[in-house]
């Protein structure tokens, strides 16, 4: 976070190549209190993310110059930082590779303001949450989850997770074989309910994490939602 006349800002990158979009979402995280710079493509994005340290990035898919995923990739690269696309494309596995490249939730356009902001703070929140000191590490099989570190292994090999991802994954081992429904998996991991847009949040991140982890790790019951599979299941 930057410092501005002693107090701490969230600062958030806005990486939109429709000015108009850009400056509506910029003027509104500002009223909210964030400070919040812009790049209008997707390599300016990439610096500008590398000179100033963000706290949380707004990255537009289609952008001129490379795209929002190579751009994700980069920014990532750099140093962990949570993600926020946004996409006009609707297609599963466009948001899956979102998700795959790093990204941390997405939002599909046309989107209200409201929800953005609502979508942001969750993120920082989560972002910003800290491991309780005396959390355990979690084995079941072959998965390892250690909460103090924030890290997954998969046969001894550390699997790297974004922030929502080890959230979703630590929230279900948590209580191994109890199924959890997308509604208390939205309110409890991503801090906010969404019944129709946000179920397909929570899908496509259990997506994202099978293609890490191996599909045995995260169960699905048919028309109620996910529990982490228990040892032996």
């Known amino acids: 976070m930057a410092l501005v006349h002693g107090a701490p800002t969230?600062?958030?990158v806005i990486v939109e190549d429709e000015e108009a979009i850009a400056g509506a979402l910029a003027a509104r995280l500002r009223a909210e209190g964030f400070a919040v710079e812009v790049a209008h493509d997707g390599l300016a994005g990439v610096q500008l993310c590398e000179r100033i340290g963000p706290d949380l990035v707004v990255l537009d898919v289609m952008l001129p110059g490379i795209d929002g995923h190579e751009a994700c990739r980069r920014i990532q690269r750099e140093r962990p930082v949570p993600v926020l696309m946004l996409t006009a494309?609707?297609?599963?596995?466009?948001?899956i590779v979102g998700l795959g490249v790093g990204a941390d939730d997405?939002?599909?356009?046309?989107?209200?303001?409201?929800?953005?902001?609502?979508?942001?703070?969750?993120?920082?929140?989560?972002?910003?949450?800290s491991a309780e000191p005396s959390a355990r590490p979690i084995a079941a099989g072959s998965i390892t989850i250690?909460?103090?570190?924030?890290?997954?292994?998969?046969d001894g090999e550390l699997v790297h997770l974004t922030p929502t991802e080890f959230d979703l994954?630590?929230?279900?081992?948590?209580?191994?074989?109890?199924?959890?429904?997308?509604e208390q998996l939205l309110e409890e991991v991503w801090?906010?309910?969404?019944?129709?847009?946000?179920g397909r949040t929570v899908d496509s991140h259990v997506a994202?994490?099978?293609r890490k982890l191996g599909p045995d790790v995260l169960r699905t019951v048919q028309g109620i939602g996910y529990a982490f599979a228990a040892r032996g299941e």
């Open 89 to 95: 494309l609707d297609a599963e596995t466009d948001l």
């Open 208 to 210: 994202a994490v099978r």
């Open 191 to 198: 801090g906010y309910l969404d019944g129709t847009a946000g």
């Open 10 to 12: 969230t600062t958030i």
């Open 146 to 154: 250690d909460p103090e570190r924030r890290e997954v292994r998969r």
């Open 106 to 129: 997405y939002l599909t356009k046309p989107f209200s303001q409201r929800e953005l902001v609502a979508r942001v703070r969750a993120l920082l929140r989560r972002s910003q949450r």
């Open 169 to 182: 994954v630590h929230r279900l081992a948590l209580r191994p074989g109890i199924v959890f429904s997308r």
